[in-house]
């Protein structure tokens, strides 16, 4: 055989192996990509066996009054719920009404809470008590006074019982408070009966300031405080602590423990929020960050007088000033002109209450709060 006829053949066989490699680089490659996709797949389908356990509510968008969009903002209407009996959509007072505003191009998260007593206007054009409307109408009456009340697009809610914070404080080992002697004697007291609708023993803390490491009934407890300086508007800014810890310490969670949590609270949530939307959120968990919390309105008083009403009720001072701050805290929109409807309101809050803009303010505003910049109020 000549020399040529060699290399000849030799050039085949090596030709021969490299398309045996990239054949067989082809096959790994393929593999892999099958078995990322067979991961995904896994995923997906097991946060939709466990989404399957949330009680999901179709709501009626044409009946929430949504304003106008808000642009890059996903808005969500949160309900504390006075639930002794597991009741979620329904017929039960809404103790605690907050709203998360998420920026989505930043992940920045904003909470305000909504002060349950404050005077606002109601599906029926009367004037009733924030809370009253979870109690008449659901989740749906509820989120249609948050837009029609302060220009929002609020489409979706998510809505808990005592119950679902007392197990995700404890499946996350307790959070640790800074407490006065007074707020350790009070959420005792609160504990105590907590732990009664939940079915729990109530092992009390010590009632001495400091920080203290408190169980799922003692913040939720401690969350309910209202007798202290600051009566209710205090007691909201305590629920904004105690959620700015437990997402603080969700985000530390191990997957062990997260699964635990998954399984014991989602029965217990109520929600329009579709899997398509959880997985969303799921997918920038990490990235959301809360930059600033408050109470709302912002300028307020407390009357016991108005018209046609009985008990005390929290009174906006200034109502359109209010939902102007609300949305240049939440948006950026420094010039934000009122809707008509937020004018009238303004007007009929006047005329039930004689609360006018010139009425002094009670103080509403503690150091609990975090801000834009990061850091606590002082």
Do not use: W
């Amino acid at each position: 055989m000549s020399k040529k006829k060699r290399m000849s053949k030799r050039a085949e066989r090596e030709e021969r192996k490299k398309r045996r490699r990239r054949k067989r680089r082809k096959r790994i490659a393929v593999l892999f990509v099958e078995v990322v996709i067979l991961a995904a797949l896994c995923v997906v389908a097991y946060g939709i066996f466990k989404l399957d356990k949330l009680d999901m509510n179709v709501l009626n968008l044409d009946n929430l009054e949504a304003y106008r969009d808000t642009g890059p903002y996903t808005n969500i209407a949160l309900f504390g719920l006075d639930s002794r009996n597991g009741e979620l959509e329904g017929g039960v007072q809404s103790d605690c009404i907050m709203i998360a505003s998420i920026n989505n191009e930043t992940h920045d998260v904003r909470i305000v809470s909504v002060y349950r007593d404050t005077l606002l206007q109601q599906a029926d054009g009367t004037y009733e008590k924030a809370n009253s409307a979870y109690n008449i109408g659901g989740p749906e009456d509820a989120i249609s006074l948050l837009n029609r009340n302060f220009d929002l697009d609020i489409q979706n809610y998510v809505s808990v019982n005592f119950s679902a914070l007392v197990d995700v404080i404890d499946a996350l080992g307790g959070i640790e408070m800074d407490m006065t002697a007074e707020e350790a004697f009070y959420s005792n007291g609160y504990a105590f009966e907590t732990a009664q609708v939940v079915g729990q023993e109530m092992i009390p803390i010590e009632e001495k300031a400091g920080t203290q490491l408190l169980d799922g009934v003692h913040a939720v407890g401690y969350a309910r405080i209202r007798y202290t300086e600051g009566n209710d508007f205090k007691r909201t800014e305590r629920q904004r602590v105690v959620l700015q810890k437990v997402a603080e310490k969700a985000k530390k969670a191990n997957v062990l423990t997260l699964n635990e949590i998954v399984n014991k609270v989602f029965p217990q949530i109520s929600t329009n929020l579709t899997i398509k939307d959880m997985l969303g959120f799921a997918a920038h968990i990490m990235d959301y960050n809360i930059v600033d919390t408050s109470g709302f309105p912002y300028a307020v008083t407390t009357d016991d007088s108005v018209r046609n009403h009985e008990g005390s009720y929290v009174i906006p001072i200034d109502f359109v000033g209010n939902v102007t701050q609300l949305h240049e805290n939440l948006f950026g929109e420094t010039s934000y002109q009122p809707s008509e409807k937020v004018q009238q309101i303004h007007d009929d809050i006047i005329y039930l209450s004689g609360v006018t803009e010139d009425t002094n303010a009670m103080e509403s505003a503690f150091e609990g709060d975090i801000h834009d910049e990061g850091t606590q109020s002082e």
